[in-house]
């Protein structure tokens, strides 16, 4: 019998890294159960799928996220994280750290963009990755399926633009003084104002 989860695992039968994932994240408090992979990929209205592959990257298709088994437990737990709360949360925040990223001219058509995005979220929600900057683009990497270097780059790419177009509308964004502000400056300051905002909105204050 399948009790009311928060997610669905899917993997093949006594699948021993199924187990692992599953176990992990009923102790994150993510109501987990593992399936045994079948002929069709369903999951009732509400819940969502993860799917256990054995190659490739991280990809998702029709709202089913697809995992590679060589990743770690934890990497698999996280990426799964990223999943239930992009899902969760994508009406309030992801808009409100788009208005951060646009107000300092980062343009949306940059792969940076897109990563600073998550990254700002993320570390306005756990601030504790603000200062472990390399931890806070594995996490972003395992979201896109790409490499943290990869990350790293477009990131710092996306501020060399808006710096090099309208550097005063990006200095006019830090409360302090700053020339070409570091990836890690901007994520820290656009996640402090997003944490701002979310308290605001939350509490009215």
């Not at 999951?43 to 990743?71: F, R, W």
């Amino acid at each position: 019998m399948v009790v009311a989860s928060d997610l669905v695992l899917i993997a093949a039968k006594h699948h021993s890294m199924g187990t692992q994932v599953v176990v992990s994240l009923q102790k994150l408090g993510i109501n987990a159960v593992l399936r045994e992979q079948g002929e069709e990929v369903q999951c009732e209205p509400g819940v969502s799928c993860a799917v256990l592959t054995v190659s490739g990257s991280v990809t998702e298709q029709d709202g089913i996220l697809y995992v590679p088994e060589t990743l770690d437990a934890e990497s698999i737990c996280t990426i799964i994280q990223l999943k239930l709360h992009h899902v969760s949360q994508q009406s309030s925040l992801e808009p409100m750290a788009s208005v951060i990223l646009q107000t300092v001219g980062i343009h949306p058509n940059l792969k940076g963009y897109v990563y600073l995005k998550a990254a700002i979220i993320l570390a306005a929600e756990q601030e504790e990755l603000v200062y472990q900057i390399s931890s806070l683009y594995q996490m972003v990497a395992q979201r896109y399926g790409v490499s943290t270097g990869g990350v790293e780059r477009a990131i710092r790419h996306a501020i060399d633009m808006a710096y090099d177009t309208g550097a005063e509308q990006l200095q006019r964004f830090f409360r302090y003084p700053v020339e070409k502000p570091s990836n890690s400056e901007l994520i820290a300051q656009a996640a402090d104002r997003l944490r701002m905002q979310m308290l605001t909105d939350k509490y009215g204050v």
